[in-house]
Nanobody, 126 residues
Framework: QVQLMESGGGSVQAGGSLRLSCAVS????????IGWFRQAPGKEREGVLA????????SYGDSGKGRFTVSRDDARNIVFLSMNSLKPEDSAMYYC???????????????????WGRGTQVNVSS
């Protein structure tokens, strides 16, 4: 069973940047889809992007297009979410999640993911 732990959240002013980390342990992460999701109070959880380390393939949700990018550190099994030009509406709890997959084109639907981290809070002030 894979375990995930997020870090790197915090408070930032609008226009600023943050880089979130998702440390993956328990199994080699290359054959998992790693998804980043976010959920603001009173809103549904939404997919930011999904990444397949074995190929580097990335799928972007509407919230992740243009300002968010993914990178990784294979030596440490960490997937990063870099967020630029942050807006107050980006404020949310950010989660990483994983499910096993033998090929890329990862889902952005939260119910497809079987392992979740506890989340890291991002607050963007205007």
């Amino acid at each position: 069973q894979v375990q995930l732990m997020e870090s790197g959240g915090g408070s930032v002013q609008a226009g600023g940047s943050l880089r979130l980390s998702c440390a993956v342990s328990g199994n080699p992460y290359r054959k998992y889809c790693i998804g980043w999701f976010r959920q603001a109070p009173g809103k549904e959880r939404e997919g930011v992007l999904a990444f397949y380390p074995a190929s580097g393939s990335t799928s972007y949700g509407d919230s992740g297009k243009g300002r968010f990018t993914v990178s990784r550190d294979d030596a440490r099994n960490i997937v990063f979410l870099s967020m630029n030009s942050l807006k107050p509406e980006d404020s949310a709890m950010y989660y990483c999640a994983a499910y096993l997959r033998n090929y890329d084109k990862c889902s952005l639907t939260s119910v497809d993911y079987v392992a979740w981290g506890r989340g890291t809070q991002v607050n963007v002030s205007s």
